[in-house]
């Protein structure tokens, strides 16, 4: 017998959406999606990346579509963009197992040059690795040539980063395990004008590590690398690049995390650790896109063949169903069962009624997945799924069904059964630098004030108010759930604004990435955030309605700064580059880090807030060469580029 659970994860969007007495009435953002260019697409996304491509000074987007076309959209300023993918980038380099891809101008010529990484096929093929080079605008696919198309990685996330500290960007390409023997490289170095082979100088402690992120966790001019792990061990990997092979620091406990973010939230002059984390949904996971809306996950093991997992709702409505497997073949009509004469659908999308399905259909399965769909009593539904042994022919790998479903009527009372949810939040963890110690501090820090799966977070001074705030991407496996938006009270303690200043965003698709870019040059951070995640269990109808949505910063009073690095004797873009900027008697820094994180870039330009203060008494940057270079008496509310000195 089936024994349901309640499912409390679909309360979150709802508990999100309301207002507590701690949290702030603030509005900081501005929807401004539809007039933007960038509202028509829906589907599957893989993260987005900032760089001014054309040199105008405005950041530009690429963003990967995963399984779609990818697209490059040209800043035309005032929050415009037009998409010029055709002009810049041959159709035959748009398609494929598309992931990662971030900016860098890698050979130094004044130009931001593009990395695309891909999949393996299954996790057992091949599939070459894309390194596009800015030949005047076009963005020209020079991967095999240059000597970093690795066919045989299963890459997610690139990191551009000198390994070496000799003025050249070397390419990490962030990968996950594949299914074989096969261990492809993680690390290229530049030599001689191409790249190659370097992971004995930087090998993660697994076979799996899907990205890493760039920063300082100390005094001296080496940047510190920190990786998140994937299989068993260590899910925490922190590197020191001033040796090599660079070293492993014993800094982080094993702690899960979706999102890593850097920053100095404190402003006591050390860069801390925020990291963003959710568990996972369970057998069943269960989003809400709307009041007459589901969509449900569903995980199908050999370890719970004997056991269906199974979901229930209630509805006056007509159903519309939508039912997928994660690939071609995983799922037919013949599979799916409707009420007690256990009718077949003619299509796996088709449109239902109650009486048409009344009964529950028999749970006798084969060696074929089952979909049992039925009304056992008025208003009420029930879909069961089941997999023998037989299923997964002698295969550990789960076995995923999604399926869709809208009503004529309002959904209520959603459950799963036995006990086949999981709360999805998870407490996040903020570790903050003691002398290069870092003590976690999440709960007193109140990171923690509202429970929410976190799949993806930056950090920024959104109210430029010299303190580093939190912006948080909240989904569930099946379903985005709403976004958090931390504001810094200048202690390095945080206030939950209500509705994420204006950007808690569309309950639509699953959580994918966040990204942050000033688009419109007027000194404060805007938004971009993704909601077609499109891997893992999440691949599939959950994802086929995801969406971009594009948050403008409406701004304040308050005074900034922005900073372009252009390197000299270090690499062109400045990247492992420290920046720390004094205005008022309180000095903040920042990390050059090329505004790398899980699935997306952010525009590499360093924003500081400067809260009332007009005028900078110094800025201090310390090159990745060892250079220190010191600038006085700069005006705010500028994009100030400086230029290292040759010497």
Not at 107 to 123: E, P, W
Not at 576 to 589: D, E, K, L, N, S
């Amino acid at each position: 017998m089936i024994v349901r659970s309640h499912l409390f994860v679909l309360c979150l969007a709802a508990v999100l959406a309301g207002c507590s007495p701690a949290e702030k009435e603030l509005t900081v953002f501005e929807d401004i999606t539809a007039q933007s260019g960038l509202g028509a697409y829906e589907g599957m996304t893989h993260g987005a990346a900032w760089g001014d491509y054309d040199g105008d000074g405005q950041p530009d987007l690429y963003v990967t579509n995963h399984l779609k076309q990818a697209m490059l959209f040209r800043n035309m300023g005032g929050g415009r963009f037009a998409d010029v993918t055709v002009e810049a980038i041959n159709p035959n380099n748009l398609g494929g197992d598309k992931h990662g891809a971030a900016w860098a101008d890698f050979n130094n010529d004044g130009k931001v040059d593009l990395a695309q990484l891909t999949g393996a096929i299954q996790g057992v093929g091949v599939e070459p690795k894309r390194l596009f080079v800015n030949e005047g605008g076009k963005l020209v696919e020079r991967a095999a040539l240059l000597g970093v198309d690795n066919p045989p990685g299963r890459t997610r996330m690139p990191l551009w980063l000198d390994i070496d500290q000799d003025g050249k960007l070397d390419l990490f390409q962030g990968a996950e395990a594949r299914f074989d023997d096969l261990t492809p490289p993680f690390l290229f170095a530049q030599q001689g004008g191409r790249f190659a082979d370097a992971t004995s100088r930087f090998k993660p402690d697994s076979r799996s590590a899907p990205f890493c992120v760039l920063t300082a966790l100390n005094d001296d001019r080496y940047p510190e690398v920190v990786c998140r792990l994937m299989g068993k061990g260590r899910p925490v990997q922190v590197f020191d690049t001033g040796t090599s092979p660079a070293r492993t620091l014993d800094l982080l406990p094993n702690t899960a995390f979706e999102d890593v973010v850097a920053g100095d939230f404190d402003n006591d002059g050390r860069i801390d650790l925020f990291l963003a984390r959710k568990n996972s949904g369970g057998r069943v996971a269960l989003g809400r896109g709307g009041e007459s809306a589901l969509t449900a996950q569903i995980e199908l093991t050999p370890q719970n063949a004997k056991e269906p997992a199974a979901f229930r709702f209630r509805t006056v409505g007509t159903l519309e169903v939508n039912l997928a497997g994660q690939h071609a073949g995983d799922l037919v009509p013949g599979d799916v069962k409707i009420g007690e004469q256990a009718m077949h659908p003619e299509r796996l999308d088709f449109d239902l009624s109650a009486d048409r399905a009344r009964g529950l259909p028999s749970p006798h399965v084969g060696n074929r997945p089952a979909v049992l769909i039925g009304s056992p009593e008025p208003e009420h539904w029930q879909i069961e799924f089941h997999a023998r042994p037989a299923v997964f022919g002698g295969k550990a790998r789960p076995r995923y069904i999604s399926i869709l479903i809208h009503s004529t009527a309002p959904i209520e009372d959603v459950e799963a059964l036995a006990d086949g949810a999981k709360d999805e939040t998870a407490p996040a963890r903020m570790f903050m630098n003691r002398d290069g110690k870092l003590v976690e501090e999440g709960d007193k820090r109140g990171v923690n004030a509202v429970p929410i799966a976190a799949m993806n977070a930056v950090a920024g001074d959104f109210d430029n108010d010299m303190d580093l705030d939190i912006f948080i991407l909240g989904s569930g496996d099946a379903g985005k759930t709403a976004n958090l938006l931390l504001l810094n009270n200048g202690k390095g303690e945080f206030d939950v604004v209500r509705h994420a200043g204006g950007a808690s965003g569309w309950l639509v698709g699953v959580g994918d990435s966040v990204t942050t870019a000033d688009i419109d040059v007027d000194g404060f951070l805007d938004l971009l955030t993704a909601s077609g995640g499109s891997m893992g269990r999440s691949l599939g109808l959950p994802s086929d309605n995801g969406r971009y949505q594009l948050f403008r910063n409406v701004g304040n009073s308050n005074h900034w700064l922005m900073i372009d690095l252009e390197g000299s004797r270090s690499n062109r873009d400045g990247i492992g580059a420290v920046v720390r900027v004094t205005a008022g008697g309180v000095t903040q820094i920042r990390v050059q880090d090329g505004g790398i994180h899980e699935r997306g870039q952010n525009h590499a330009r360093l924003h500081f807030g400067l809260a009332k203060n007009a005028q900078i008494e110094k800025i201090t940057i310390q090159w990745p060469s060892g250079l220190v270079q010191e600038l006085r008496g700069e005006k705010a509310n500028q994009v100030l580029r400086i230029k290292e000195p040759d010497a």
